[in-house]
């Protein structure tokens, strides 16, 4: 019964309805949002079916996280043991099957083949040595031989399977065992992995410390953001260094178990100095909304009129990007002016605000998936193996007599060009 069962799950049918199903769930998941919180999903997908609301049966098969679900897992397990069978039952018999050397000696042997020769007599001599110039192996047995070439291609589906196995695999460890976080953090703040959205069952989040010394970004000509970057720093036990880089996006910062890339990047306030009368100065640090909008990023805030006397009770603080630089309205929404960094505000009598510092901050994802090596391990093998399968398996028989010659050929590959050498072969070495 054992046996029965993987053979079962050595058919190809099988493989290719599992994998037809994994490409069906792999398609839902690309167009149903995953990892989204529960109100987003009540809110999208509020519509009833049977009198179940959607968004109900999303989370019941796990729609939501369909990558990490019990059953896609076992859908990949399926597909792996599949492989595996079909490599360990089929393929490496057919394998051990093509390195045996075995002869042609009757007649209707030769009528199956593709190409056949027909003639009186042959140079076996030159002809043998032409083979091996071609890079043919010989065998030779009295009045016949054997050649083949191109025994290497046989292998390319094994590890075309080999391959696959190892990017299941490299997706399951990755699932069970990675985690992703997602961080908004101050510049010159320390901070630890805890915004965690995405871990695995058998995850450990690491107890790493770091610290972002410094964000900032550069803009083209009209005004868009070019590229942001981050200089963030790893840090052990007693505070101290180990590791400095300035990411960017598309350029992260690699560690040993996790990656951190440049994702965002935010304003979480404004930081004012108040100088009164008396030169004596308060320090103050203004929170900040963020609007959205589709275009661009803008935040918002007000900051009160001390002067009871002006018509001004409060002014509107407006903020378009990350280059220190503010934009002052009234209440009635009328432009004043922009400041700068260091710029006063407004003065009152002999007294007035300072606008010291814009508090940004970056946007950090912290990734952490043990089977990525695997996953790439797998693809360069799957690519070496593509180009293995190009390469054409090639058998030659002879059989002769004292007045008759009979030869033939087959090839499952390169057809044509197996045809024309064939054809060079009889014109040269059959009479």
Known sequence: ????????????????????????????????????????????????????????????????????????????????????????????????????????????????????????????????????????????????????????????????????????LGSMLGALNGFNSQELIPKTEVFHIQNVIKNGVFSSIPQKTFRVNDFWSIYTSNGLIKQFYTDI?????????????????????????????????????????????????????????????????????????PNKKSSIRSLIVLIKDNRGQVSLYNNEGKFIKNVNIGDNIYNIDLSYFNLTDIISSTGIQIKSDPGIKLIYFGFLFLMLSSLISYISFSEFWLLYFPMKVISGGKTNRAKVKFNLEFLKFKQSFFK
């Open 233 to 305: 720093s790893v840090l052990n036990g007693i505070g101290s260094e180990t590791q400095r880089k300035t990411i960017s996006v598309n350029n992260p910062l690699l560690l040993k178990d996790i990656i951190i890339y440049q994702t965002d990047w935010g304003i979480l306030g404004l930081r004012l100095k108040y100088t009164k009368k008396d030169n004596s100065e308060i320090t103050l640090q203004l929170p900040i909304s963020k609007i959205n909008s589709s275009n661009q990023k803008v935040w918002i805030s007000s900051l009160p009129n």
């Open 1 to 168: 019964m054992i046996k029965s069962f993987f053979k079962y799950l050595a058919n190809l049918k099988l493989a290719i309805v599992i994998l037809l199903v994994i490409a069906i769930v792999t398609s839902i998941g690309s167009i149903i949002e995953q990892n989204k919180d529960v109100q987003f999903y009540q809110n999208t997908y509020s519509a009833e079916i049977f009198g179940t609301s959607f968004w109900k049966i999303l989370l019941f098969f796990g729609l939501n996280n369909v990558y990490s679900t019990w059953w896609f897992l076992l859908l990949l397990s399926l597909l792996g043991l599949s492989l595996a069978c079909c490599t360990i039952l089929q393929q490496l018999p057919t394998l051990k099957f093509s390195r045996r050397y075995y002869f042609y000696k009757r007649l209707n042997q030769y009528n199956k083949l593709t190409f056949k020769i027909n003639a009186t007599k042959v140079f076996p001599s030159h002809l043998s040595y032409t083979l091996v110039n071609k890079q043919y192996s010989i065998f030779q047995q009295s009045n016949s031989f054997y050649a083949y070439k191109g025994l290497i291609s046989r292998v390319g589906p094994i590890i075309v399977h080999l391959s696959i196995i190892c990017i299941l």
